[in-house]
C-alpha cells in the first residue's frame, strides 16, 4: 500500500487520474511515432525525411512523459506507466500515415484539454498554469504543422518525384514539414 505523500496539496485524485491517463496516451503516442519511422526506414519505402521527421516526434513525445511523470511526483502524486497496445505499422500511403499522425495530434489534445477542464473544476490553478505553459500550446502548433505538412503532401500526389522531392525537403529542413 503506497502512503499518501506530505507534498500533496490541492491535488485531487481526479487530476492524478486524468495526469496519468495522459502519461499513457502520450506513451501511445511515442510509441505509434517510432513504428511510423519503422515504416518510412522499410527498404521498400525508403523515405528518410520521414522517418526523421517521425522520430524526432517520438523523441519530443518521450520529453513530454518524462515531464509528465515528473508533475506527477512534484505535486505528490503517483505517476503508472502502462503497457501500451501495439502501435499501427502498415500505411497505404504517405499520405495517410501522416493523416494518421494528425489524427494522433487531436486525440493527444483532446485529451490535455479534458486535463486542462479538470484542473479547472477542481480549483487546482497550478497545473491549469503547468498545462498552458508546458503543453497546450505546442500540441496545437504541432495540429498546424501536421496539417500544413498534409497539404505540401496533396501537392506532390503522394508519389514518384514529388514525393521523393517532399521527403527530401523535409530531410533538409531537420524534419520539419515547412517544404
Known amino acids: 500500500m503506497v502512503e499518501i505523500s506530505i507534498a500533496k496539496q490541492n491535488y485531487s485524485i481526479e487530476s492524478e487520474n486524468a495526469l496519468n491517463q ?15 519511422a519503422a ?17 524526432e516526434q517520438a523523441e ?9 511523470i515528473d508533475y ?21 500511403s504517405a ?11 487531436k486525440d493527444v489534445n483532446k ?15 497550478q497545473m491549469k498554469h503547468w498545462l498552458k505553459s508546458n503543453a497546450l500550446t505546442q500540441r496545437v502548433k504541432n495540429i498546424e504543422k501536421v496539417a500544413k505538412g498534409i497539404t505540401q503532401l496533396e501537392r506532390t500526389h503522394g508519389e514518384g518525384l514529388g514525393l521523393y522531392l517532399y521527403d527530401q525537403a523535409i530531410l533538409k529542413n531537420d524534419g520539419e514539414f515547412t517544404v
Open 111 to 125: 485529451s490535455l484539454l479534458n486535463l486542462t477542464s479538470i484542473a479547472l473544476n477542481s480549483t487546482d490553478s
Open 39 to 55: 515504416y518510412f526506414d522499410r527498404d521498400d519505402v525508403a523515405l528518410p525525411g520521414l522517418v526523421k521527421h517521425f522520430l
Open 72 to 92: 506527477q511526483q512534484m505535486r505528490g502524486g503517483i505517476a503508472l506507466v502502462k503497457e501500451v497496445p501495439q502501435p499501427m505499422s502498415e500505411y497505404a
Open 60 to 68: 519530443h513525445e518521450g520529453e513530454r512523459v518524462q515531464s509528465f
Open 22 to 36: 495522459q502519461i499513457q496516451i502520450d506513451q501511445i503516442a511515442q510509441q505509434q511515432y517510432l513504428s511510423t
Open 95 to 105: 499520405r495517410s500515415a501522416v493523416e494518421a499522425s494528425l489524427a494522433l495530434e
